[in-house]
Nanobody, 119 residues
């Protein structure tokens, strides 16, 4: 399974950014998709997840500002970030639990993408 993450960058506080993560390889589909983030000197933490049924879970710190979505046909999970704050600055990682063509479950992490929010 290969994950290609894109998006991110630098923005001023109050701005918006979107991240996208595309899964490829011998997979049937994505079960659980999520975005995590790691700020300098801190542990990696959950930002948002979305199940194959469309149920969403958000960290309290991003509720009302971030929105996670998925496109099952394209094996893509996206994170739309609005009203960004300097404390949202972090490296963001996508994580997906997929079903492989062999019918096995597999969890994969994408390479991180930097999000920097300036005040």
């Amino acid at each position: 399974v290969q994950l290609q993450a894109s998006g991110g960058g630098s923005v001023q506080a109050g701005g918006s950014l979107s991240l996208s993560c595309v899964a490829s390889g011998s997979i049937i589909g994505i079960n659980l998709g999520g975005w995590y983030r790691q700020a300098p000197g801190k542990q990696r933490e959950l930002a948002a997840t979305i199940t194959n049924g469309g149920s969403r879970n958000y960290a309290d710190s991003v509720k009302g500002r971030f929105s996670i979505s998925r496109d099952n046909a394209r094996n893509t999970v996206a994170l739309h970030m609005n009203s960004l704050k300097p404390e949202d600055t972090a490296v963001y990682y996508c994580n997906v639990d997929v079903i492989t063509a062999l019918g096995r479950g597999m969890s994969s992490w994408g390479k991180g993408t930097q999000v920097t929010v300036s005040s």
